[in-house]
């Protein structure tokens, strides 16, 4: 049967009673009751996963700190402390508010920062992407407190290690330094499934009993003004400074972790050698705080921590792609002055076209500079060899132009005339103003003029350059200071020198140990296949007999549970195991 016109308003209306029903069965108990989960509790959300934040070092490390989570806790509930992970928080703690405990007057905050690797340097931009582990150490003296007397958790961790892995939702509900980088752009988390972030509390720890160590992978954007005055030799400073936001050095003071401060893992790749330097406090200063000046704040002191990054330019690409090509240029012209005289077109022809040459190699070059409006080092280089091949341009255009005026000269001139003779047999005086025209005279000079060209333009052409060679690049590379590189081993991975000199180990953080197959080895089967195998044979196959034997009415004994069991299958047992056995050994391959 056909519907009307109008079906579509009956689906309408029928879908609008079914929600109507749904909701009133749904609030028939109290329809004006909220069915949110009470105030204490922690109702965890699927909140949305910001990729990227900018601002604060700990961001969105576990979602957004909203009203899902409440500032205070515990206390007005009857004392009952909801615990994350095992450790409980205080009653009544507050996350909002620093946790001095009334222990000290300040929060000490350690920072250590392990820089794996430059990934990226934009100097149009001025952006230097950096691929970090950062680690931030701090004692909340209100958690600490509560932990000494709070006997289970003691009695958890008295035989254990000296830390306590936390959950990650622990950092939703304590109070977290707000530390920045002043130059910070913007900061991403690297996650497959979950953020790589550690949290733990040092319970045992002799240095910092009671710390709280917050350790994250991330790749932090930040801001560098770069200077170009001397590219492609130059090397770029990128000062970084990291303090607290609210918090003045009265309140939260800010130091390096003693045991590592900051360190570069890698110090090179193809464009640039990086390196650490400038650590402050603790290398020329005894301190260092950020004076605010700001009128809505008034003055305030904030504890700082200071470092820099350079980065010193590789010169090998802009000497292959730029300054060698720029020579030949130049040979190829300073060759046309070997040419006879007479073939003054073929050099003409020979500067226009490596002169041109040049004008689009400096276009291109100029494209993938840093687009500055002052004049760069490259920028001196380029225009003085397109100006020494004009000049050569010049020189064999005003050969060419005496040539050919020597040439309508001799055209013009008339053959001198034939003194007559007397009737005495002597012959008659010219008259006066007779004799060879000036245009021979002229012939002359022109030609002494081209033969003075040929002699010295070759060798003062070549004296030009090489002097402007040796000066341009003495000039370069010691106003930019290009080998005053000495980078600190404190803080930058270089490679150790053994007792015969020779390079062969690194101070790096992060390496990669390998094992190589013994060469006796006739079967080669990695370590993971082993493991493999004890999965099978120490978990997965006891487990087994034990439910076996738990079907059966238990047994004591395991050996008279295989024998009965053998007995009652007929020896399928250990068929059965032998199977599951060639299963794995199959996998190796």
């Keep these: 049967m056909k519907m009307g016109p109008d079906k ?41 996963k910001p990729d990227k934040t900018t601002g604060g070092l700990f961001g969105d490390a576990f979602g957004s700190d909203n009203s899902s989570t409440p500032a205070s806790v515990g206390g007005a509930d009857g004392g009952k402390t909801p615990k994350i992970g095992f450790l409980p928080l205080p009653p009544g703690y507050n996350k909002l508010v620093i946790p001095l405990g009334n ?9 250590h920062l392990s820089i794996r690797e430059i990934l990226d340097v934009d100097s149009n931009e001025g952006i230097v992407t950096m691929d970090t582990e950062l680690g931030v150490t701090w004692i909340d003296w209100e958690v600490w407190k509560y932990f000494i007397e709070d006997e289970e958790a003691q009695q958890k961790v008295k035989d254990g290690q000296e830390e306590i892995i936390l959950d990650s939702e622990f950092l939703k509900m304590i109070w977290k330094p707000d530390i920045f ?66 918090y003045t050095q009265d309140q939260l003071f800010l130091l390096w972790n003693p045991s590592q401060s900051v360190f570069l893992d890698q110090t090179e790749d193809s464009n640039y050698d990086f390196q650490v330097s400038n650590v402050e406090p603790g290398e020329k200063l005894y301190e260092l705080f950020t004076k605010s000046q700001a ?8 504890s700082t921590l200071s470092f820099s990054i350079q980065m010193r330019r590789n010169l090998t690409y802009h000497f292959v792609q730029t300054c060698l090509p720029s020579i030949l240029l130049i040979l190829i012209t300073w060759l046309c002055f070997l040419l006879p005289p007479d073939m003054v077109e073929v050099r003409i022809g020979i500067s226009m076209t490596t002169l041109l040459t040049l ?40 050969i060419y132009w005496l040539r050919r005026k020597s040439k309508e000269d001799s055209e013009k001139d008339e053959p001198p005339p034939v003194p007559k003779m007397e009737e005495n047999g002597n012959t008659a005086p010219l008259p006066n103003g007779t004799g060879h025209p000036p245009s021979i005279k002229n012939i002359g000079t022109y030609r002494r003029i081209v033969k003075n060209i040929k002699k010295y333009s ?76 004890d999965i ?49 050994n199959a996998t190796e391959g």
């Design 8 to 48: 579509y308003y009956w689906i309408g209306i029928f879908v609008v009673i079914c929600g109507i029903a749904n909701s009133s069965e749904a609030l028939k108990l109290n329809p004006f009751k909220s069915h949110a989960p009470e105030e204490r509790k922690i109702r965890v959300e699927r909140s949305p």
């Design 103 to 111: 222990v000290s007057k300040e929060i000490f905050v350690m920072v």
């Design 181 to 246: 980088i002043e130059e910070m752009e913007s900061v991403a988390r690297t996650s497959i499934l979950v953020n790589l972030v550690n949290l733990r509390f040092l319970v045992k720890n002799p240095v910092m009993p009671g710390a709280i160590t917050f350790e994250a992978r991330q790749t932090f954007k930040v801001r560098c003004e770069m200077d170009f005055k001397y590219y492609p030799a130059d090397i770029q400073v990128c000062p970084l400074n990291i303090r607290s936001y609210s």
């Design 295 to 302: 009128p809505c704040c008034g003055h305030r002191n904030y």
């Design 359 to 398: 004008t689009a190699m400096f276009t291109a070059v100029r494209e993938q500079s840093p687009a500055v409006s002052y004049t760069m080092a490259i920028d001196i280089w380029m225009v003085f060899c397109m100006f020494l091949l004009f000049l050569a341009l010049v020189l064999f255009t005003f």
């Design 458 to 533: 070759f060798w003062l052409f070549a004296f030009i350059f090489i002097t402007f060679l040796i000066a341009y690049g003495t000039w370069l590379l010691t106003a930019s200071n290009y080998y005053d590189w000495d980078p600190s081993e404190k803080y930058n991975a270089l490679p150790l020198e053994d007792e015969d000199g020779n390079a062969n180990e690194t101070n790096r953080l992060f390496t990669k140990e390998e094992t190589t197959f013994r060469p006796t080895a006739k079967k080669k089967t990695v370590e993971s296949t082993f493991r493999f195998k």
């Design 536 to 584: 099978f044979k120490n978990v997965i196959f006891p487990k087994l007999e034990e439910v076996r034997r738990k079907q059966r009415g238990g047994v004591d004994s395991e050996e008279e549970a295989s024998e009965e069991y053998e007995e009652e299958t007929g020896g399928a047992t250990a068929e059965v195991t032998t199977m599951r056995l060639d299963t794995v």
